[in-house]
């Protein structure tokens, strides 16, 4: 498993597949843990605030380093707006000098969207920071291949990697169970669907139960 010491960047196979949601039920777990745990949003756009967000679900203190107004990638939506490109070393820099025992990174998108100045990615700055990553997957139809490209081109650079679903339907199907027999990394994972709905405290306390940082999440791929 990937150790949760440092930066640590969340990313995701696709958009929406739950990636704030998971960062803040990851900080809230920590946090139980006794961790000291601080959130940066790489960049936000749109009318969300998942910085805010992530702080009202886990306590966490959390921010963005850079917020465009048009619901586009970053590197587009900065494009549109005028507004300055985050820099690769700038953002390494800042996120170095945090004093957390953990900061997660929270990407926007999938692994591979463009971020900022030259068009650098979630992959490369986890290869600036030499950290490991959370791949959030859905559960559904099309999640091994998503979960498997993702893997595939964090591995190529090095990048150690674990899995975790962002989520999991209430009333699961057979490709939901299925897929979980099949999917690709190693899972420390599950965030029920409907979570953000939570109390912010059931939120807090009912993490515990969504993760397992040292096994495999197996009785999940059995059904249970």
């Known amino acids: 498993m990937i150790a949760f010491e440092g930066p640590v960047l969340v990313t995701g196979t696709d958009t929406g597949v739950g990636k704030t949601v998971a960062t803040a039920a990851l900080a809230a777990y920590l946090m139980r843990q006794g961790r000291s745990v601080e ?3 790489i960049a936000q756009t749109g009318d969300d605030d998942d910085a805010a967000e992530v702080t009202r679900l ?8 850079a917020a465009y107004p048009d619901p586009l990638a970053p590197f587009a939506a900065a494009r549109r707006s005028g507004l300055p490109l985050l820099d690769l070393h700038e953002v390494a820099e800042t996120i170095l000098d945090l004093k957390s025992e953990v900061v997660l990174l929270e990407g926007a998108g999938g692994l591979l969207v463009q971020l900022g100045a ?3 990615t979630a992959r490369d700055l986890a290869v600036e920071l030499g950290c490991p990553a959370v791949v959030v997957a859905r559960a559904g139809l099309g999640t091994l291949n998503h979960t498997a490209l993702t893997l595939e081109a964090l591995s190529r650079r090095g990048i150690d990697a674990s899995v975790l679903i962002g989520s999991w339907p209430l009333e699961p199907g057979l490709a939901e169970y299925e897929n979980l027999k099949d999917l690709p990394g190693r899972r420390i994972g599950w965030i029920p669907a409907g979570a953000a709905a939570l109390a912010p405290e059931v939120f807090r306390l009912s993490s515990s139960e969504w993760f397992d940082l040292e096994g495999d999440l197996g009785r999940f791929a059995a059904g249970d």
């Open 39 to 41: 959130v940066v949003k």
């Open 58 to 65: 886990s306590g966490a203190p959390a921010r963005a380093l």
């Open 118 to 120: 030259g068009g650098w």
